[in-house]
């Protein structure tokens, strides 16, 4: 045990089937039971940028998170890792996932004791400690060209997902429409920031064609009962169309009764009248040999961000 003077978070949470010596492949097969177990919050994935911090999590077992920077859904019982462009063969994809031992809150001059003074060294962060560094059968990879720096996620969600956009857990009706648009193979980015003139702004779903973009939006009936915060979608709207996006909004009642229907037609119509899905901006496509077959991976993260968590 470590002698630190400092408060600890106890993340031995009893999360069901989640211990299973048999790795992820077993535990995937208790469906019901890793459902009824998922919580919010409980997997966060998060940037791994640079061979330095991930060899730090390979020996030391530890990933500091900005406290500043720290997701609301806070702590997480697991940490994932996505990869950048750096990491060669691993990159633009999840691979790594740990379970979380302990959190300490400590100033950068105590994680790195050997760093002259600069002025990060008194900012604080949260000094994460996994169990160990496991990999997963098969990698969560990316689908565009986006900066990813948290994704919350579930424990159900981060084992069943194939791609980054099966971790979002932002709604319930973003997660059925989604599911629908996947049915018809529609690559749309959930979660998509979008800077325009009046400010950023997420979108549910981005949808990008030959002839323009399109922005999908679920509206919860609580946010639209609400006549002030309802009425945030007009400029809103106004300035996402501003800067060149198509926008489509489908309620509760239109994604639950008939997302099939009437949600996805619509999509497809509007796709259509844009010239098609485009493929601009891809890069070549990564094979990679597995059990069961060939997998590609599409990878289309930006290449000239920079992703900075100091």
């Excluded at 597995?290 to 289309?300: I, K, S």
């Amino acid at each position: 045990m470590y002698a630190w003077e400092t408060v600890w978070y106890n993340m031995l949470g009893n999360l069901e089937d989640s211990t299973c010596p048999g790795g992820i492949s077993q535990m995937s097969t208790k469906k019901t039971n890793a459902a009824r177990s998922s919580k919010r919050g409980e997997v966060l994935v998060a940037i791994m940028n640079n061979w330095a911090d991930f060899a730090i999590l390979q020996e030391q077992l530890w990933y500091r998170i900005p406290v500043a920077s720290a997701p609301k859904r806070w702590p997480p019982k697991w940490l994932a890792f996505y990869h950048t462009k750096k990491f060669g063969d691993m990159a633009y994809s999840v691979q790594y996932y740990g379970r979380v031992r302990a959190i300490r809150k400590v100033k950068r001059r105590e994680l790195f004791p050997n760093e002259f003074g600069n002025p990060k060294s008194d900012r604080q962060y949260y000094q994460v400690f996994v169990e160990s560094l496991q990999r997963l059968p098969e990698p969560i990879y990316s689908a565009r060209w986006r900066r990813i720096v948290f994704i919350p996620t579930t424990w159900h969600k981060f084992i069943r997902a194939r791609e980054v956009n099966d971790l979002f857990d932002e709604s319930p009706l973003e997660d059925r429409l989604w599911d629908e648009l996947k049915k018809q193979d529609i690559p749309a980015e959930r979660q998509w920031h979008l800077i325009t003139q009046d400010g950023l702004y997420v979108l549910d779903f981005a949808v990008f064609c030959t002839g323009g973009k399109l922005d999908v939006e679920t509206d919860g009936d609580t946010w639209h009962a609400n006549v002030k915060a309802a009425a945030k979608d007009y400029p809103r709207d106004n300035a996402v169309q501003a800067a060149g996006w198509r926008v489509l909004r489908f309620n509760s009642r239109q994604i639950h009764e008939s997302a099939g229907d009437y949600c996805v037609p619509k999509v497809t119509k509007m796709i259509k009248n844009l010239g098609g899905l485009t493929d601009e901006g891809l890069v070549p496509r990564r094979f990679f040999d597995l059990p069961e077959g060939t997998a590609q991976q599409l990878t289309l993260f930006e290449e000239d961000v920079e992703y900075d968590l100091d």
